[in-house]
């Protein structure tokens, strides 16, 4: 997974999700910013943000698993990963990066 890591920057994860069609990929859109707001988070350790880095990174990398031009599978490799390491790291997911992330939603999500 390190070699995504190398796609990782904070633009491209941006105009990764602005590309996104909010209707249809919010769940996938909340997973990829939780993800940022604890890459950000000082309470979460070196260790940890590697693996965020190279989630986000395949998340943003245009070569995965499954094409992400692939109509409504292209992004259930990114999503699965995304939600995979979330539920490992659901003891830092509070309140407050809740808040974050949902300041951080696009409108049509709500």
């Known amino acids: ?3 995504f890591s190398d796609y990782f920057s904070v ?3 941006m105009d990764k ?3 996104l ?6 769940e996938l859109i909340r997973k ?8 950000k988070s000082d309470e979460v350790s070196a260790s940890i943000k590697v693996l ?7 998340f943003i ?12 599978f ?13 539920s490992q790291l659901d003891d830092w997911v509070s309140i407050d990066v809740e808040t974050e992330v949902d300041a951080l939603m696009p409108n049509s999500c709500f």
Not at 21 to 26: K, N, Q, Y
Not at 32 to 39: K, M
């Open 11 to 13: 633009d491209s994860l």
């Open 52 to 58: 965020i880095v190279a989630a986000l990174g395949y």
């Open 17 to 19: 999700l602005n590309s």
């Open 21 to 26: 069609s909010a209707g249809g990929a919010c």
């Open 1 to 3: 997974m390190s070699d």
């Open 74 to 86: 292209g992004y259930s490799d990114d999503l699965t990963l995304m939600a995979a390491l979330l």
């Open 32 to 39: 990829a910013l939780t993800l940022y707001v604890l890459f």
């Open 61 to 72: 990398c245009p070569i995965d698993l499954i094409p992400d031009l692939i109509p409504f």
